[in-house]
């Protein structure tokens, strides 16, 4: 009897394992659970934990779809973005976002995150274009970009809630000038920058022309004040030769004739090839016909006839 008993045990016992297993679910920290009763949400479990349920969702009884409860992100790559003065950038953002509301999540969108990012992308496109068309060409790579993305977030927060999501952040990744744009760019800078070098070449030669005019001038004045200072110096020094050569002549005036006839015998004589014709008898010679200076004596006069 036991014998014929045993396979209806077992098979009850794996029954019950099945009706057991199908009847709990587990929720993570990461997730939501949305459970759907005959296609209609029965209940959302957002707290990590060990839920029951009806089971058999094979028979469309409680099925149990999951959604994530933490950041994440889609990305949004290469907008051409015109700016208000006609010109293009080439734009990268990405949006964080978080499901707040996962019953009004599955009932929009029925819990298919592609779904509701589709529709996010197509909200972000049009409004990047909006905010970059409204602004001129430097805004985008100034401090007004983040202006710029509060702007953008506060456009997508309607539509985000209506998906049952929070709109956490919105980043542009990269900002960039289309090629012709660039090229365009690149001219103009180049263009300032060299009428800047010419400006400020011509404002050093300005500059140095105007030094070297102080310097000449100043030059001049130092060569005048050197000439007026040299010629007070050797006026000075004449009249102080001359005070000398008084005093000297008012202590002794034999010796002062002794000395200026040696100085010029000495100017006289001293150089070689000099011819000089003078009568012995001349004042020039007294001094070397007697030392004391005396005039020479007359020669005595011959008798005439003798």
Do not use: C, H, W
């Amino acid at each position: 009897m036991m014998g014929n008993r045993l396979p209806i045990i077992l098979i009850v016992i794996a029954g019950l394992l099945m009706l057991a297993y199908s009847s709990v679910f587990v929720v993570n920290e990461r997730q939501q659970a949305v459970v759907v009763r005959f296609g209609q949400i029965q209940s959302v479990r957002s707290e990590p934990g060990l839920y029951f349920k009806l089971p058999f969702a094979f028979m469309d009884a409680d099925r149990v779809q999951y959604v994530e409860d933490q950041a994440l992100r889609f990305d949004l790559d290469n907008i051409r973005v015109q700016v208000s003065g006609g010109k293009f950038y080439e734009v990268d953002a990405f949006v964080v976002y978080k499901i707040t509301d996962a019953r009004r999540f599955r009932e929009t969108v029925s819990g298919d995150r592609e779904s509701a990012e589709s529709r996010l992308r197509t909200r972000l496109d049009a409004s990047l274009r909006r905010v970059y068309g409204l602004r001129g060409f430097e805004s985008a790579l100034s401090d007004a970009r983040a202006s710029m993305m509060q702007e953008v977030r506060d456009d997508l927060r309607a539509d985000a809630e209506s998906l049952g999501l929070t709109i956490a952040d919105v980043r542009i990744r990269r900002t960039d000038l289309t090629q012709e744009v660039s090229q365009q760019t690149f001219d103009r800078m180049k263009a300032e920058r060299l009428a800047e070098a010419e400006l400020i070449r011509a404002r050093g030669n300005e500059e140095g022309q105007r030094r070297r005019a102080i310097a000449d001038r100043q030059v001049v004045e130092l060569q005048a004040e050197a000439q007026r200072d040299s010629e007070i110096l050797r006026g000075e020094g004449d009249a102080e030769r001359n005070r000398i050569f008084a005093d000297a002549f008012s202590r002794d005036p034999a010796f002062f004739e002794f000395y200026r006839s040696m100085a010029a015998y000495g100017q006289s004589l001293g150089s070689s090839g000099t011819t000089m014709v003078l009568s012995p008898n001349s004042e020039f010679f007294r001094f070397f016909n007697d030392a004391t200076g005396a005039p020479p004596a007359a020669a005595p006069a011959v008798p005439a006839g003798n």
